[in-house]
């Protein structure tokens, strides 16, 4: 997230403004044979010997059924079964000199593609790109597995192959088989449906946790290695739920001048929630491997930092900074002052190549456990991307991250949470259900509708650069162009209600005014899943509806196809300039006034609001807030030991200030600038 080469510049890929569309459902089967991947899974299984059950789950704890165009995860998995293929120079942190790249190359953990395309007799390039000999190989190989276990045997018990999935897990340690294994599982018991393949629950089903022993694998469970971890304030670390496998590796707290005590990194020290609160959870990618990063955070010159990392491989979770300490995470302090950071291996122009479902499942159990102990909302609006935080003044709007991308699936991460995005409508409002959206007489103009197209349907296009230190097989590092047609979480937002319509131009990347671009990080021309904004217009077609929604201070219009329908009314809190004033300014921080500061902080480090000089809210226009206005605050940490005078203290002001969903990102407007009210 830090590496100054993770901004994609618009000239190297802008492209005209009417080149993206709407991407049509997929409806192509996939799997090579009759059947598509149902037919090839059922084969499999009666080939194999695997329940068909727990091979379908097995698979979707690896790929949720998506075999990503043939391209590999972080760990090498390609294909529906994750079936890997790896050396000594794709694995983060690990110089791929002679000695240690047989060693890799050796590991038959690093490298089941090979093996499984043994046991059924084909070519390695063709298990990993054909999805039907990847499913065959990869129930050949879980089977081999069992056998091993069960002396050449295999049973029709589902149950009974637990320890044979821990084993495909490739995990090294008994918490990260035992986690993987549970998951899979759970499917088996609850079932799992997606995209027209399912898996019928079979609640029945026992399983031994035991049987791991037999695995022979190393590390203590995850509940002791949290009870052995302490931070420096002597808090027992990681703060995660039991049965997630986690540890903690401190990020730096060291001075980089030892002359000077506020010359410090990663983080600031404080008392969170007893003075600054938490509310919010921010989402991000690491642009870069798991061990690189984590290492990162321990170099004090790095000034970054994040609560958790999660590695894409297995899901395993790292800890870097206390939950009551402040992360500098976002480039925006009033957002990171009250947030706690996820971030998630890899590089968000690959989209799900990198973002597996073990981190999704793994990131949910976290975010779930995290918003019971601060009392977070389970919803979007609390829940938010890296690319949805604003700079921390006008100059860096451009500099602003924009992980984890157009590729993160937000409708199955709030899915996991247990909190899906859901049409719904304000009380004592005669309409009843979605079909209202769209009919004539019905007008929705005031109202709101959350952001919700078909993930999987929304097969999309983006321009964007791979990475320098790239080391994904297959690519280019450093080759910018169009990315291959994928899975996106975005709707294209146009300047009027037709698809040849120029992009929204966002006046931050484009000062000349020109029209937006399909490059993944001109974020100004896109709604996100899961945003919501208040209605200012509408079309009604033959193809679908266009609807024109507030955005960043003006009109911007969006299609929903009938065949990926994005926006489904909603309900929110809402604010609209207060009567008589034309137009109201916008902030990029809520910020304390200058009044509230006491002497000696205001004299050393006085941050007022600041405004977003580009950006304007004029009369009658409506925007959707995160939650109640909130006094402007500002954590003051200037000492690495805390012996500044006023040192670590919590400046509170009486402005008040509500955060909205202004454009693609959000902002903070003066609660005396505004009306409010339930919509």
């Given amino acids: 997230m830090w590496a100054a080469g993770c901004a994609l510049t618009l000239a190297a890929t802008a492209v005209v403004a009417a080149a993206p569309t709407a991407g049509a459902a997929a409806t192509a089967q996939r799997g090579g044979s009759g059947g598509g991947l149902p037919g090839a899974f059922a084969a499999a299984a009666r080939e194999s010997g695997v329940p068909l059950n727990v091979l379908e789950a097995l698979a979707y704890q690896e790929s949720a059924w998506n075999d990503h165009g043939g391209a590999p995860s972080t760990s090498g998995g390609y294909g529906i079964m994750q079936l890997t293929e790896i050396s000594a120079a794709t694995l983060d942190g690990l110089d791929p000199d002679s000695a240690k790249a047989a060693a890799v190359e050796a590991d038959p953990r690093l490298n089941t593609a090979r093996a499984a395309a043994r046991l059924i007799g084909a070519d390695v390039a063709d298990v990993k790109r054909d999805d039907t000999l990847n499913i065959r190989a990869g129930a050949a190989l879980l089977a081999s597995y069992a056998k091993a276990l069960n002396g050449g045997r295999t049973s029709a018990d589902a149950g009974a192959w637990y320890a044979a999935v821990g084993r495909y897990s490739g995990a090294a340690d008994t918490a990260t088989a035992k986690q993987f294994a549970d998951r899979v599982f759970n499917g088996v018991r609850a079932g799992i449906s997606v995209a027209g393949l399912a898996v019928a629950a079979d609640p029945a089903v026992r399983t031994d946790p035991a049987s791991l022993d037999a695995l022979h694998l190393t590390g203590p469970a995850p509940a002791a290695r949290a009870a052995a971890a302490k931070a420096a304030d002597g808090t027992a670390l990681p703060e995660c739920p039991t049965d997630l496998n986690c540890d903690y590796v401190p990020a730096a707290l060291a001075l980089n ?122 919803d979007r609006q609390h829940i938010f991307g890296h690319d949805e935080v604003p700079g921390s003044k006008d100059a860096n709007q451009t500099l602003q991250h924009w992980d984890p991308g157009p590729y993160w699936d937000w409708s199955h991460f709030m899915d996991l949470l247990g909190a899906p995005i859901l049409p719904s409508f304000p009380a004592g409002s005669h309409s009843t259900d979605a079909a209202r959206l769209v009919d004539p007489s019905f007008n929705p103009l005031g109202s709101v509708v959350v952001v919700k197209p078909n993930f999987r349907g929304n097969l999309q296009v983006v321009s964007g650069c791979t990475e320098a230190n790239d080391p994904t097989p297959g690519t280019t590092p450093g080759q910018c162009g169009e990315q291959p047609s994928q899975a996106s979480n975005f709707v294209w937002l146009r300047t009027a209600p037709d698809p040849a319509a120029p992009l929204l131009s966002e006046p931050y990347l484009h000062a000349d005014g020109s029209a937006g671009t399909d490059s993944a990080d001109d974020w100004g021309d896109k709604a ?14 033959r193809d679908g509806v266009w609807t024109a929604i507030w955005y960043g201070g003006r009109e911007a219009w969006f299609a929903s196809p009938w065949t990926n329908f994005a926006a489904l009314p909603s309900t929110a809190g809402v604010v609209k300039p207060k009567a008589g004033l034309a137009s109201i300014p916008v902030y990029a921080t809520a910020a304390p006034e200058a009044s509230a500061y006491p002497q000696p902080i205001a004299d050393v480090d006085l941050r007022t609001p600041k405004l977003l000089t580009k950006y304007s809210i004029a009369a009658g226009q409506g925007y959707v807030t995160s939650g109640p206005a909130v006094n402007g605050e ?5 000492n690495i030991d805390g012996s500044a005078p006023l040192d670590r203290t919590e400046v509170v002001g009486t402005t008040q200030f509500y955060l909205i969903q202004f454009n693609h990102r959000m902002a903070w407007v003066n609660a005396a600038d505004v009306d409010f009210s339930q919509s």
């Fill in 634 to 638: 500002y954590w003051y940490a200037r």
């Fill in 528 to 541: 996100v899943t899961g945003q919501k904004f208040v209605v200012a217009d509408r079309r009604i077609t």
């Fill in 257 to 378: 001048n030892p002359a000077d005590l506020s010359s410090y990194g990663n983080y600031d020290p404080a008392d969170r929630p007893n003075h600054s609160q938490i509310r919010y959870i921010t989402i991000h990618d690491t642009e870069g491997g798991f061990a690189g990063s984590v290492n990162w955070f321990q170099n004090p010159a790095a000034y970054a930092s994040a609560h958790y990392v999660i590695r894409s491989a297995d899901g395993h979770v790292t800890q870097t900074v206390p939950t009551q300490d402040i992360a500098w995470d976002s480039g925006n302090w009033s957002v990171y002052q009250h947030a706690i950071s996820i971030e998630h291996e890899g590089w968000a122009i690959h989209g799900a190549a990198w973002y597996t479902e073990a981190q999704y499942e793994t990131t949910a159990e976290l975010v779930r456990y995290l918003a019971k102990k601060y009392g977070i909302p389970l």
